[in-house]
């Protein structure tokens, strides 16, 4: 079956939207919902509003808002392709499956104070990450991750990630995952034990940058510098940063690589803390996905590796063809030319017994052309002691 490659256009795009819900539709192009949503805004194409599919099922007939001219020169096209119909199935299914576990998933919010039992990962990552030395000059931020879990935090956010860590982790523990640290690697990375999926976990917070601005004494120190550097070269010049950090507070989680990567971050209304059942339920949604892909991605590489194996198969048949096709028609020319010899050799002869009789050379040389014939004829296996010789070597100069 033949897959649609081609982008859909604007009015196509619009029916689907109002017949079916932007829930059902966005599989069918490899996006959430809110990814959708998003798109048919950017093209001014209205969805319906809130309620609007209950009314439907309730046997309300409802009214289609139009769609409206673009005000804008943009093309027609929307960029989205559909996915194949297997694809888009599973999709759908994982949808499903995340938010039903959405739904059952509960994640209870975080005590105020630290866990007397705290994950021993998070327990490392908490001594280590309380040093006073080993960190980055002037970023305020501590992280060490090719020792512990890759956490980058002020210090004064360093409790909220250490709670917000361990909650994760054993949430998700309890849902079959593990954490580990690679210190080769610099890595902290979440295993999906059902599957061996494995994606890259962070906590970071937001720290703002400014362009620092010089201090008085900053500026004495330079003048001093240029004062004594005159007559003093082993006077070092002031360290003067180019910025100042400030801490936010805003903390983010970010789960897998890129292209199946995703994040959660504070907001001015709601707290990681708040929201940890979501983020538990989206990073097993993710992990599904990633190893959807992943899984998809081998049968492509088998389905190629079996496609230049088959194309191997073919050009090695086809050289082998020809090679063969080659060897025949030469000895198909060699068979001709030794008939020729042997033709040209008895009228020869021939010649010679009409003229008064053969001498010994003429003898000699009849015999040496029929050998030379029977050496060209692929019919007759016989070598010749020096058409068959191995290339005489030229000597080299030296003393004997």
């Not at 866990?115 to 305020?140: I, K, Y």
């Not at 523990?173 to 890595?187: K, N, P, R, Y």
């Not at 061996?196 to 004494?217: C, D, N, Q, W, Y």
Request: include cysteine; aromatic fraction near 8%; glycine fraction near 4%.
């Amino acid at each position: 079956m033949k897959v649609a490659t081609q982008s859909v256009d604007r009015e196509t795009l619009y029916n689907e939207v109002w017949t079916d819900p932007v829930t059902v539709v966005a599989p069918r192009y490899g996006l959430s919902d809110v990814g959708l949503a998003k798109i048919c805004r950017t093209l001014a194409i209205p969805l319906p509003s809130r309620g609007y599919w209950a009314k439907v099922k309730a046997g309300k007939i409802m009214n289609r808002a139009p769609l409206p001219e673009l005000k804008q020169d943009l093309p027609s096209k929307t960029g989205l392709v559909k996915l194949p119909p297997e694809q888009a199935e599973i999709r759908e299914a994982t949808r499903k499956a995340s938010a039903r576990l959405r739904k059952e998933l509960h994640v209870e919010p975080l005590p105020e104070h630290t866990s007397a039992s705290p994950h021993p990962l998070v327990r490392a990552a908490s001594t280590r990450l309380r040093r006073r030395d080993g960190w980055p000059e002037n970023t305020l931020l501590r992280s060490a991750p090719k020792d512990v879990l890759n956490l980058s935090v002020t210090k004064s956010s360093l409790d909220r990630a250490i709670g917000i860590a361990d909650a994760l982790i054993k949430s998700l523990a309890m849902q079959g995952f593990e954490f580990e640290v690679t210190s080769d690697q610099g890595e902290t990375l979440i295993r999906w034990l059902e599957t061996g999926t494995i994606m890259a976990f962070s906590l970071a917070e937001h720290v703002k940058r400014v362009p620092h601005v010089i201090t008085p004494a900053e500026e004495r120190a330079q003048k001093r510098y240029w004062g004594r550097s005159r007559w003093d070269s082993s006077v070092e010049y002031p360290t003067i940063p180019r910025y100042d950090f400030s801490p936010t507070g805003v903390l983010t989680i970010e789960v897998g690589r890129w292209p199946s990567r995703s994040s959660w971050k504070d907001t001015p209304r709601t707290r990681l803390e708040q929201r940890l059942s979501g983020v538990v339920a989206g990073i097993l949604d993710l992990a599904r996905q990633t190893h959807e892909k992943q899984q998809e991605e081998a049968r492509r590489k088998e389905a190629h590796q079996r496609a230049v194996t088959h194309y191997e198969f073919l050009r090695r048949r086809l050289t082998e063809e020809v090679e063969r096709f080659k060897q025949l028609e030469s000895h198909a020319t060699n068979w001709e030319r030794a008939a020729r010899l042997r033709d040209y050799a008895s009228a020869v002869e021939e010649q010679a017994a009409a003229a008064g009789g053969l001498s010994s050379e003429q003898v000699d040389w009849l015999s040496w052309a029929r050998a030379k014939a029977d050496w060209l004829d692929p019919l007759v296996r016989v070598s010749d002691p020096i058409l068959d010789a191995p290339e005489p070597k030229r000597p080299s100069f030296g003393w004997a």
